[in-house]
Structures are given as C-alpha cells and as structure tokens.
C-alpha cells in the first residue's frame, strides 16, 4: 500500500533528488578540472615538441671531445629521474633548443691542409704535391664508370669511349672569403641534419685523407665538376654564377650546380681551351659540397 506523509514530516523523495543533483555538480566540476589538466599538459607537450626534436648525434661526431667549425652542435643527454619510466634513449631522441647562430667570419679558420693561407682579401692556385695528385688520380680510377651513354656518345663523339684519364696537373684554390662563406651556410645545414639523414655508399667517400677529411654532420663529400681550364680560373677567384648555369651543356633539372659522384659522369661536362697553355687539356673540379638532406 502507499504510505503517505503525515504534515511536518520531511518528504523523502525531494530530499533524494536534490542529493541527487548536489552530486551530479560534483561530478561535473571534478570532469572540468580533468580536462583542464590534460589541456595543460597537451599545450605543453606541444610547445616542447616545437622547440625541436632531433636524431643526435652519429657516434662518431658524439666520441668526440671537440667541435670543429662548421659542425653540427653537440646535444645534451637526458636523465630520467628514480621511479620513473625510462624515455627514449638519449643518444637517438632529445629535446633540444633552437641552433646556436652560425660562426662568424673572425671564428673560422683556413684548413689544416691548406699551404699558403692567403689573406681574406685574395686567393691563390697552390700547386699541390705529388702524393696529393696521386689520390686524385686514384679517385678518377675507382670513380669512374665504364658505360657508354646515349647522351655520351652524342655530346663526346669519339671521346665517348675513353676508359681513363691521366692527372697532369692539381691545384687547389685557397680561397679565404669563399672558404668562410661555405663554412657558414654548412654549419646551417648540419643543424637542420639527424643521423637518420646520413647518406652512404656515395663513390667518392673513398677519397684519401690527403685531399682533406669531409666534415660530419653535413653530408658533406667531394664531387666532380666537369669544365674548362679558363672557367676553372673564373670559378676559383669568383666562385660559381648561378646565371651561367646550363650554358655549356644545358640545365635537366633546371638552373642549378651540377655535381657528379663518378667523374666520367662529370667527364661529358669537361672541355679544352682551343688555345693556349691548356690546349687540348680538359678540366674537372673536385669540390666540397655539402648535400643536406
């Protein structure tokens, strides 16, 4: 049977529905304050995440207790408190701010191989030694590639069948101003560089230490630049034009430096002077570069 409430008696039932709703705003505010702090923490993971996550460094550049101009800077290790689970090894993921401003003209130096160490306002062709004209001519022999191309054939003719190059002559371009404004923009590539970028198997990293090491970090080799004696000049005391480019041979993938890994690759871009010293002899560029990624 249904009871009913004698007068002053409490009424049961809208007491159980404002307890009822009392704990319904609870459970609401607690909810709030849950997703405010999963927002916090997401905003600020995001901005850590923004300030750069990098793959660094390669072991052999970590081993080292110095850095050379223009190499990728060292990065910090991370430490994980006790009680806490361990994060990502600290040699492949890290945390880290945004690269150190690049070095400036008075911090970087001339090459440890170079000779003569001209001024910064001059340059000068150093005729380089025997045992240095030995590795490149060692670097032409295992370099080169024994294939005739269509494109050989039609741009070199008869030459398109030489099987080997014989190095009369090496110099090396000590250009100071060049050397400092390339070092630079390598030490901007390199910060933007992980191990993951690393490139191998490039034909020309068996090049001998007499021709100076390659800096690491920056995927930097040396690479072959088919031309003639009288532009060799030009492009030594005024460094590559970019509006030249294409003017011999053509541009394939548009204006731009064009380098090659096998030297009879850079061959079918090489010339003679038709007088002069050089007649008859073809010119080839063995340049730094620094591919990125």
């Keep these: 049977p249904a009871r009913v409430a004698r007068p002053g008696e409490p009424m049961l039932g809208k007491t159980a529905i404002a307890a009822l709703i009392i704990v319904l705003v609870v459970l609401l505010a607690c909810a709030c304050c849950v997703a405010v702090l999963l927002w916090y923490r997401l905003a600020v993971m995001k901005r850590a995440h923004s300030a750069g996550v990098a793959k660094w460094p390669p072991s052999e550049v970590a081993a080292s207790p110095e850095r050379s101009i223009g190499a990728a800077p060292p990065r910090s290790t991370m430490t994980v408190p006790p009680g806490e689970a361990p994060g990502p090894p600290p040699e492949t993921t890290i945390l880290m701010g945004p690269p150190p401003p690049p070095p400036t003209a008075t911090e970087i130096s001339c090459p440890e191989w170079w000779t003569a160490k001209p001024p910064v306002d001059s340059s000068e062709l150093v005729s380089v030694t025997s045992s240095i004209r030995k590795a490149v001519q060692d670097l032409m022999n295992t370099t080169w590639k024994d294939v005739v191309t269509r494109d050989r054939f039609r741009q070199l003719g008869a030459r398109a069948t ?119 002899l073809y010119a080839m560029l063995l340049c730094r570069v620094a591919l990125g990624r």
């Design 162 to 280: 030489v099987s080997k190059f014989e190095v009369v002559q090496v110099n090396r371009n000590e250009n100071p101003k060049q050397w400092q404004e390339y070092v630079t923009k390598r030490c901007s590539v390199s910060s933007h560089l992980t191990d993951e970028h690393v490139l191998r198997g490039v034909l020309t990293e068996r090049a001998g230490p007499e021709l100076g090491a390659p800096e690491p970090g920056a995927n930097e080799f040396l690479l072959w630049h088919g031309t003639k004696p009288s532009a060799c000049a030009s492009i030594c005391s005024q460094d590559f034009l970019l509006r030249l480019s294409g003017s011999h041979r053509g541009v394939l993938y548009g204006h731009g430096l064009y380098f090659a890994e096998s030297v009879s690759k850079a061959d079918e871009y090489a010339d003679d002077d038709k007088e002069g010293a050089y007649k008859g």
